[in-house]
């Protein structure tokens, strides 16, 4: 980067000043991450927009402990301050007065040694994964504590003496019913997840037919999710229906960068949810052709063991992309949208080897039950 450039970007981007973090305390942004030294005050140059900082705490032994990381929108000029405190092992918001504020703006030039640049070699990439994650998007999504962490936190339910006394019984009682000579584990604490914690995910309903639907109605939509798509487009994402592919994006970032496996596990239903459409297909062109774009950056971003690792051993996105796929070369779907998919398609084959041609393994018939009927249909 030449000079001119750098002091532009100097100027007109944002800086995440973060003070007191350990050294060897690992912290990143996107999808860069670094070991910091004794010297490090926080990033400079950050171009505007929403980014992902994240950090673990490591101790004398090297060992890491689980990241947790928070998204940002910054805006030009912009500074932002963070402490870490050391007895939680995590950052706090710092108080900033706007005296401070202009005293930081002012002593740029003097913390510049101290800051790091922001990676502009990887932006292009980030905004390729990241481009429909709006700031309203992100407000609907994080948890109201504001952080993403790589592990569920627990915390103990409240004990009382009256429940002390009513568990002891419990145990008593379970003894005297159980007439094993072995000997009895100690039981673990009533244990539920932080409040605050978790992500607002759209919950997607186990099933995908409206209620009070006909036999037929069910076996439809069990194979085809477009209600259960437009159920989520009209009541969630009414105002921008690609904010479904936002949620997307987030997800995948907060599993690949983030390292939260719920996350993973909601990317999974949403793109299975998007791809087993049909009606939807041809109603929602526009979403679908954005999907494709969406899914063929994060595809190519995830390391090639990690669909063996993780992926393909349940054949999770290769019979997902199948459905898809035949759906756009059989069915009455736009033109462009088609060729776009199919080659899309033909990529992942060149790349991967994957194969969406061959019929899938299981070719049961789906079997649907309920309270009346049961609908059975070929698959």
Same mark, same amino acid.
């Given at each position: 980067?030449?000079?001119?450039?750098?002091?532009?970007?100097?100027?007109?981007?944002?800086?995440?000043?973060?003070?007191?973090?350990?050294?060897?305390?690992?912290?990143?942004?996107?999808?860069?991450?670094?070991?910091?030294?004794?010297?490090?005050?926080?990033?400079?140059?950050?171009?505007?927009?929403?980014?992902?900082?994240?950090?673990?705490?490591?101790?004398?032994?090297?060992?890491?402990?689980?990241?947790?990381?928070?998204?940002?929108?910054?805006?030009?000029?912009?500074?932002?301050?963070?402490?870490?405190?050391?007895?939680?092992?995590?950052?706090?918001?710092?108080?900033?007065?706007?005296?401070?504020?202009?005293?930081?703006?002012?002593?740029?030039?003097?913390?510049?040694?101290?800051?790091?640049? /922001? *990676?502009?070699?990887?932006?292009?990439?980030? =905004?390729?994964?990241?481009?429909?994650? $709006?700031?309203?998007? %992100? &407000?609907?999504?994080?948890?109201?504590?504001?952080?993403?962490?790589?592990?569920?936190?627990?915390?103990?339910?409240?004990?009382?003496?009256?429940?002390?006394?009513?568990?002891?019984?419990?145990?008593?009682?379970?003894?005297?019913?159980?007439?094993?000579?072995?000997?009895?584990?100690?039981?673990?604490?009533?244990?539920?997840?932080?409040?605050?914690?978790?992500?607002?995910?759209?919950?997607?309903?186990?099933?995908? /037919? *409206?209620?009070?639907?006909?036999?037929?109605? =069910?076996?439809?939509?069990?194979?085809? $999710?477009?209600?259960? %798509? &437009?159920?989520?487009?009209?009541?969630?994402?009414?105002?921008?229906?690609?904010?479904?592919?936002?949620?997307?994006?987030?997800?995948?970032?907060?599993?690949?960068?983030?390292?939260?496996?719920?996350?993973?596990?909601?990317?999974?239903?949403?793109?299975?949810?998007?791809?087993?459409?049909?009606?939807?297909?041809?109603?929602?062109?526009?979403?679908?052709?954005?999907?494709?774009?969406?899914?063929?950056?994060?595809?190519?971003?995830?390391?090639?063991?990690?669909?063996?690792?993780?992926?393909?051993?349940?054949?999770?996105?290769?019979?997902?992309?199948?459905?898809?796929?035949?759906?756009?070369?059989?069915?009455?779907?736009?033109?462009?949208?088609?060729?776009?998919?199919?080659?899309?398609?033909?990529?992942?084959?060149?790349?991967?080897?994957?194969?969406?041609?061959?019929?899938?393994?299981?070719?049961?018939?789906?079997?649907?039950?309920?309270?009346?009927?049961?609908?059975?249909?070929?698959?």
């Amino acid at each position: 980067m030449d000079q001119e450039r750098a002091n532009v970007l100097f100027r007109e981007g944002a800086m995440l000043i973060f003070l007191d973090v350990p050294e060897g305390t690992e912290f990143g942004i996107d999808y860069n991450s670094w070991n910091v030294g004794p010297s490090f005050r926080g990033i400079k140059m950050i171009p505007a927009g929403v980014h992902f900082i994240y950090y673990s705490a490591c101790n004398s032994t090297g060992q890491v402990a689980p990241r947790t990381g928070f998204f940002y929108n910054f805006q030009p000029h912009e500074i932002v301050v963070r402490k870490w405190n050391k007895y939680n092992e995590d950052i706090e918001e710092e108080s900033v007065s706007p005296e401070e504020l202009e005293r930081y703006d002012s002593n740029k030039k003097e913390m510049d040694r101290f800051l790091g640049p /922001y *990676p502009y070699e990887s932006y292009k990439k980030w =905004i390729s994964m990241t481009n429909h994650i $709006s700031p309203s998007l %992100l &407000e609907k999504l994080l948890p109201d504590c504001r952080k993403i962490s790589s592990v569920t936190q627990f915390v103990s339910l409240p004990s009382t003496t009256q429940s002390r006394k009513s568990q002891a019984e419990q145990e008593r009682m379970d003894t005297d019913a159980d007439d094993s000579s072995a000997p009895k584990k100690p039981k673990l604490p009533d244990m539920q997840e932080k409040p605050g914690t978790r992500i607002h995910y759209t919950c997607i309903e186990k099933h995908n /037919y *409206p209620s009070g639907a006909s036999a037929a109605e =069910i076996t439809k939509y069990s194979m085809d $999710s477009s209600y259960a %798509l &437009e159920l989520i487009l009209t009541t969630r994402y009414p105002d921008s229906h690609t904010d479904i592919l936002g949620e997307i994006q987030f997800a995948f970032v907060c599993f690949l960068v983030g390292q939260n496996y719920d996350s993973f596990e909601q990317w999974k239903k949403l793109v299975h949810l998007l791809c087993t459409c049909e009606e939807a297909c041809k109603k929602h062109i526009h979403l679908f052709s954005q999907l494709i774009g969406v899914l063929h950056f994060q595809i190519r971003e995830i390391p090639e063991d990690f669909f063996v690792d993780i992926v393909s051993k349940s054949n999770f996105l290769t019979s997902t992309l199948q459905q898809f796929f035949s759906t756009l070369e059989n069915g009455n779907v736009d033109v462009a949208l088609r060729r776009r998919g199919l080659k899309f398609r033909d990529h992942l084959t060149e790349k991967f080897k994957w194969d969406f041609i061959s019929d899938p393994e299981e070719d049961a018939p789906v079997v649907v039950e309920t309270d009346t009927a049961t609908a059975i249909s070929a698959s």
